[in-house]
C-alpha cells in the first residue's frame, strides 16, 4: 500500500525558514506529479506548490518567491519544500500529494508562523 509521510513541520517566527519533506513508501512506480497543498483553519484546502516528473514547477502566487519546490533525484518518489520569509498567513496543515492514475494523499504536517 502507497504511503506519503511528511516530516519537517513546526513552529517558526515570522521571517524564518522551514524545509518540509515528504517520502513515499510502498511504491514500485514514479510518480508524475508531486506537491504541497495547505489548509488552513476555516479555509480550503489550496494548492501551494506542484513539480512534474520532468521537472516543471508551478508556485501559488502567494508563495512565490518565497517557496521552492524539488524533487530528489537520488531518492524516488521524494519531494521537498524549502519555505523562507514565512510569515503568519503561511500558517496551516501542509499536505504532500502525489499523482499515478491516482491521487494520493499524506497525513499533513502542521506549520505555524507566530512571535
Known amino acids: 500500500q502507497v504511503q506519503l509521510v511528511e516530516s519537517g513541520g513546526g513552529l517558526v517566527q515570522p521571517g524564518g525558514s522551514l524545509r518540509l519533506s515528504c517520502a513515499a513508501s510502498?511504491?514500485?512506480?514514479?510518480?508524475?506529479?508531486m506537491g504541497w497543498y495547505r489548509q488552513a483553519p476555516g479555509e480550503q484546502r489550496e494548492l501551494v506548490a506542484r513539480?512534474?516528473?520532468?521537472?516543471?514547477?508551478?508556485y501559488a502566487d502567494s508563495v512565490k518567491g518565497r517557496f521552492t519546490i524539488s524533487r530528489d533525484n537520488t531518492v524516488e518518489n521524494t519531494v521537498y519544500l524549502q519555505m523562507n520569509s514565512l510569515k503568519p498567513d503561511d500558517t496551516a496543515v501542509y499536505y504532500c500529494?502525489?499523482?499515478?492514475?491516482?491521487?494520493?494523499w499524506g497525513q499533513g504536517t502542521q506549520v505555524t508562523v507566530s512571535a
Open positions: 500529494r502525489a499523482v499515478h492514475t491516482r491521487v494520493y
Open positions: 510502498g511504491s514500485t512506480f514514479k510518480f508524475d506529479t
Open positions: 513539480i512534474s516528473s520532468a521537472g516543471n514547477t508551478n
